[in-house]
């Protein structure tokens, strides 16, 4: 039998009338009804409970024989006691199906996802490693709200080179994630009696953080240029949340005139714009354009991610603050909680200052670039009467139809084949066009399962 010593939270009373046995048998029934043993869990040992509460073994045998023949217990010889699986509770609680997020299917073309099975998970052990080495007893306090200093100066560097940015590793806040971020914006914009936020219109759909901080949406439309400035000039809002590198999720880059026509917006309103650089790095089919942030770093928040370039899982984002903003916002992100995990951020700072991050992406880069070369490939083939729009660059394809599709049943039907797919409709907030449009998701699947998906997609469309 394992060494393992398994903790009870059992006390016996030896002056008590009840006898001692009685007392036993009756906290371990309590503590299985109410749940708090749970059925299958394990037990400890008659010799580790006898010797932990003080009393004699075959005292605890006899509790446990008693509690095996009223099914609570399951002893096997050999093997440690447990709680037997279908012990007696008081209740099982009815938990709410889990959100979207955690629903995987074989073939994903949703997107938001990368590659998830391509985590660096060595490279980062041993980044890991480093990063421990580096820290000194303090590091392991509560530290800055902002973040620990050498990711903050990894990633100064790291921006300013890769994307333009002009960044003093003060103006740098850690977040978990853009989804964290998200709530200390508002509440910071709402501080400054911001009350009107632009949102690309179709965007990036997670509008209920903005909402639920106190900010009223102006939806402001998206062409083939991007976001569009002359209406965004027209309405009442004082700042705009915009993904100029690759439109989430029309895939569109914001062109030139238009960050031009963006910067004098901003100055003149006097504004704010936040800038989601959610998978800047992944251009294909060439440098990517830098961040709008260099453009105007006094009044462009710039919001980055672990989530795609490394993995969801990190829940580690950063953003560049211009200094009229910076201690709004580390008050909101002090109110809300204490920050990010310390020892992920000293193993992400040397992951990136190692030149791990950069390596890691420039093989993504080429991975993505050839699925989405076999997607597109697929499509001219299987489905030669849409349009696929967007630039070269990010992690899925925007492919119009010229009608509409029975949208609902199609997502069913792929759902049933182990498929998730989305359409454009539900990233609007006003009304979506007629016809239909497929976002699809190369990054999760290798050019083979690309090919069959897609066929297997058509037939669901089709039929
Ligand atoms: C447009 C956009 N911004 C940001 C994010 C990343 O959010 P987070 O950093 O919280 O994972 C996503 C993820 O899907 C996204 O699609």
Redesign the pocket.
């Known amino acids: 039998m394992s060494s393992r010593h398994t903790e009870l939270l059992i006390t016996v009373d030896r002056q008590a009338a009840e006898p001692m046995r009685t007392q036993l048998e009756r906290q371990l029934r309590d503590a299985v009804r109410s749940g708090a043993l749970r059925p299958g869990g394990e037990l400890p040992s008659t010799r580790d409970l006898a010797r932990h509460l003080g009393i004699s073994r075959p005292l605890v045998m006899e509790a446990y024989t008693q509690l095996e023949a009223e099914g609570y217990v399951a002893l096997r010889q050999g093997a440690a006691p447990r709680v037997a699986d279908a012990a007696p509770q008081h209740h099982r609680p009815k938990f709410p199906p889990e959100s979207f997020i955690t629903a995987y299917y074989r073939y994903d073309f949703r997107?938001?996802i990368p590659d998830l099975s391509t985590f660096p998970s060595a490279r980062w052990l041993k980044s890991v490693e480093a990063g421990l080495k580096a820290m000194g007893p303090n590091d392991f306090g509560y530290g800055q709200r902002f973040g620990v200093w050498p990711l903050r100066q990894a990633l100064a560097d790291y921006l300013g080179r890769v994307r333009g940015v002009s960044a003093d590793p003060r103006q740098i806040l850690i977040t978990g994630?853009?989804?964290?971020a998200r709530a200390c914006l508002a509440l910071a914009l709402r501080r400054r009696n911001i009350t009107h936020l632009a949102v690309e219109e179709p965007g990036?759909a997670n509008y209920a953080t903005w909402v639920a901080n106190g900010l009223t949406l102006v939806p402001i439309p998206v062409d083939g240029d991007g976001i569009d400035v002359a209406a965004l000039a027209a309405s009442p809002a004082q700042a705009v949340l915009v993904?100029p590198a690759h439109q989430?999720p029309t895939g569109v880059v914001l062109s030139g005139a238009r960050r031009l026509a963006l910067v004098n917006w901003l100055r003149a309103r006097n504004g704010f714009a936040i800038e989601?650089d959610?998978d800047g790095e992944f251009r294909y089919d060439r440098a990517p354009v830098g961040a709008l942030q260099g453009l105007a770093p006094d009044a462009v928040v710039y919001a980055g991610?672990a989530?795609k370039s490394l993995a969801?899982a990190l829940r580690m984002?950063w953003m560049v603050v211009p200094p009229a903003l910076l201690s709004a916002l580390e008050y909101e992100a002090l109110l809300m909680d204490y920050g990010q995990s310390r020892i992920d951020q000293h193993a992400l700072a040397h992951f990136i200052a190692s030149g791990e991050y950069g390596r890691h992406l420039r093989k993504m880069r080429a991975i993505y670039r050839d699925r989405r070369e076999a997607l597109l490939a697929a499509i001219r083939t299987d489905l030669p009467e849409v349009e696929v729009s967007g630039i070269s660059a990010g992690l899925h394809a925007t492919v119009r139809f010229h009608r509409r599709l029975d949208e609902p049943v199609i997502r069913e039907r792929a759902s049933r084949r182990d498929m998730g797919v989305t359409f454009l409709r539900r990233h609007y907030l006003g009304t979506a066009p007629e016809a239909s449009t497929l976002l699809l998701s190369y990054a999760q699947m290798p050019e083979r399962a690309l090919r069959t998906a897609l066929r297997t997609l058509v037939g669901l469309i089709e039929n």
């Open positions: 997107p938001g994630g853009f989804e964290q990036y993904t989430s989601d959610y991610t989530s969801p984002g």
